[in-house]
Each structure stands twice: as C-alpha cells, then as structure tokens.
C-alpha cells in the first residue's frame, strides 16, 4: 500500500502571496489532519478533516484553510503569506479517525516565504 | 487544557547504553498518549501509543514506555541504543476534542556515539 504523499516537497513563495498545498491518504483512509512544524513552535495541530467535513481547527488564523474532497484527497491553503509562515507541513492520515489511531505521516512540504 | 513537556531537548548516549526520555503530560481527561519518531526528511512514525490497559506498553524497535498516572509521566525507555535509534522524538497527547487532533512535545533530539 502507498504511503501518505505530499506534494509538492519543496515551495518557495513571496510575502502576500498564496499557497495550495497538497495531500494523498493511504488508500481507504478517511481523516486527514494537517501540523504545522517550526523550529520554534514545535509541531501544531492546524486542522483535520473527515468524509469531507472539517471537525476539528487549531489555534490558527483565517488565512489557513483546508478542504478535502471525496476521494480523501486534501488541500490546505494558506493566504497572503508571512514569513513566519515558513514551516515544515505535515499531513497524517488515519483509518476511521478515532483519537486512539496511528497516525500515518507524509515526508511532508517544506515551505519558505522569502 | 492538555500539554506535553519533554525534559531535554538533546539527549546523547553511547551505543549500548540505557536510552531514556521524558515525557510529562497535563490532560484534563484520561490521556490518551503516543511516542512519534522523526528520522531526517521524513515524517513521524508511530513508536508505541497508550490507551487503555497494561501501563507499561511496548513498541517498535525494542522501545517501551511506562504510563505513570500519579506522576503524570510517559517516560521513553530503550535498554540498549543503536546507532539507528538516532532522531528526534516526540511524545504527544490527545485533546478532548473527537478526532485525530494531537498536541506535541518540543521533541527530544536523541544521538548516539560509538
């Protein structure tokens, strides 16, 4: 079975530009949530979708949105970038996304804002 | 609200030696508790989770952890370091919140020397 892909792996991107970021579950999955990973802040719980539903966001804010669509392929998009923004995103997939799952990771996106 | 504090960001052990990490939580509900593994460029690998159950719980690669309810601990434990077991770890705890949503520790950088 295929893992969790992220696309793409590298971006480069401008202050005030936007960015769409990509995200493949491992086949059958339904939820999908998105971390954030800065040296500074750590990892952080930006959003996770399920069937299609966002049910649960984290302390972010409005500029980073996400949807997912029904193939459980999902999206996260970032608006009008700041350089803090520049991060590591990682996208988990889960089974049935119950709180006591394994998550399953992809390598991630790693994005600077320059 | 929930949090996770890891003592030491760096830990630096000679192979063959005891590796332990610390982990101590705050949840305001009965913990749901994993240890994550990150390997350079990759994304976080499921080390050994804590739900319900026997309290001392084991993982992958010869890694274990002892739920500790009075201490409020979910120390990592591995008898004997390899040169592989060189990464940084995370321990996370759920929030009490449905779904997948996970806070996380700083991270621990474990290296080991021949």
């Known amino acids: 079975k295929a893992g969790v892909t992220q696309t793409p792996r590298y971006l480069i991107k401008t202050r005030g530009q936007q960015v769409t970021l990509s995200c493949s579950p491992i086949s059958g999955h339904r939820s999908v949530s998105w971390y954030q990973q800065t040296p500074g802040q750590g990892l952080q719980f930006l959003f996770e979708y399920f069937s299609e539903t966002q049910r649960n966001k984290g302390n972010f804010p409005g500029r980073f949105s996400g949807r997912q669509f029904s193939n459980s392929r999902s999206e996260m998009n970032v608006s009008t970038l700041e350089l803090g923004d520049s991060a590591l995103y990682l996208c988990a997939s889960s089974s049935q996304g119950q709180i006591n799952e394994k998550l399953f990771f992809g390598s991630g996106t790693q994005l600077s804002v320059l | ?114």
């Open chain 2, 1 to 114: 609200a929930q949090s996770v504090t890891q003592l030491g960001s760096h830990v630096s052990v000679s192979e063959g030696a005891l590796v332990l990490l610390r982990c101590n939580y705050s949840s305001s509900v009965p913990p749901y508790l994993f240890w994550y593994v990150q390997y350079p460029n990759q994304g976080l690998q499921l080390l050994l989770k804590y739900t319900t159950g026997a309290t001392l719980v084991k993982g992958i690669n010869g890694f274990e952890a002892e739920f500790k309810k009075s201490e409020t601990s979910f120390h990592l434990t591995k008898p004997s370091a390899h040169m592989s077991d060189a990464a940084e770890y995370f321990c996370a705890v759920s929030t009490n919140q449905a779904g997948t949503a996970l806070i996380f520790g700083k991270g621990t950088t474990l290296s080991v020397s021949s």
